[in-house]
């Protein structure tokens, strides 16, 4: 039994962007970790539980430069690696290299308008998933040690699936870091997540829903590009389908990590 689409649906979770003003065309190069380590309860089939791992790490130019409605973003796919148990083929790794992502950043500060080439990868797929929450967002005004509440929804469609999550973000802004000799803030999170929708895989169609809780890290430029990010997820799901007993249970241990590259 493999549920992979229910991994990938998995992947994303960021934040969105810090309202954008006039500014300076920006380039920086990412690397960008995603790890899911996920335990499947197969006892209501009479058997041992099954364990999937999926490790993708992607190195990536992002480029941000003012343009109507907001700033264009352009991302660029240098390389990709993949280390897990799924069972996801080099041509589908191979695929992800050279590939771009164009966007915009509107005025509120949220990504939009996302095309990807070539769009039929896998990888790319979860690329554009990150991108989509990759800026972090900041209140306008904050000062070391305020807190406030943001929600934010993700939708994903990517290998099969049709999944809304939902995220309700505690913040409190940190103090003021140096990144590769740039100058950041700190903001810290701690959120909760609710997550329901379809997957479609080799068994069909399955049902799909759960809960999760998780903490992150962001740092953020004067400009209020992103410097790098943490975050650290547990999901706890349930799966349904007409093969099955009873909903199958689902935990999904998750890390997402933004290095900034010199």
């Known amino acids: 039994m493999s549920l992979r689409p229910a991994v990938f649906a998995s992947l994303v979770l960021g934040l969105a962007a810090v309202p954008m003003s006039p500014r300076a065309p920006i380039t920086l190069r990412y690397r960008i970790d995603a790890k899911n380590q996920t335990t499947i309860d197969l006892s209501g089939f ?11 790490t992607v190195w990536v130019v992002v480029s941000l430069q003012d343009t109507t409605g907001g700033r264009a973003l352009h991302v660029v796919v240098d390389s ?4 897990g148990t799924l069972p996801i083929g080099q041509e589908s790794v191979d695929s992800a290299r050279g590939g771009t992502i164009h966007g915009v950043v509107d005025p509120a500060g949220r990504v939009k308008n996302l095309t990807v080439t070539p769009n039929a ?9 990150v991108m989509a929450g990759f800026f972090p967002r900041v209140k306008p005004g904050a000062k070391t040690g305020d807190k406030w509440v943001d929600t934010m929804e993700v939708t994903n469609s990517a290998g099969g699936a049709n999944t809304k999550t939902q995220r309700i973000s505690n913040y409190t802004l940190g103090a003021r870091e140096t990144v590769s000799g740039l100058p950041a803030m700190r903001l810290n999170s701690v959120y909760t997540s609710t997550m329901s929708g379809t997957l479609e895989n080799q068994m069909g169609t399955v049902e799909v829903e759960g809960t999760g809780t998780g903490t992150g890290f962001y740092l953020v430029g004067t400009d209020g590009s992103s410097l790098g990010s943490g975050t650290t997820t547990n999901l706890d799901q349930k799966v349904k389908m007409a093969m099955a007993p009873g909903p ?14 010199k």
Do not use: D, H, N, W
């Open 46 to 56: 009479g058997q041992p539980a099954q364990e999937q791992s999926l490790g993708l």
């Open 80 to 83: 990709a690696k993949y280390e």
């Open 121 to 129: 990868s896998v990888f790319m797929a979860q690329i554009e998933a």
């Open 248 to 261: 199958i249970p689902v935990k999904v241990a998750q890390t997402l990590t933004v290095t900034l590259l």
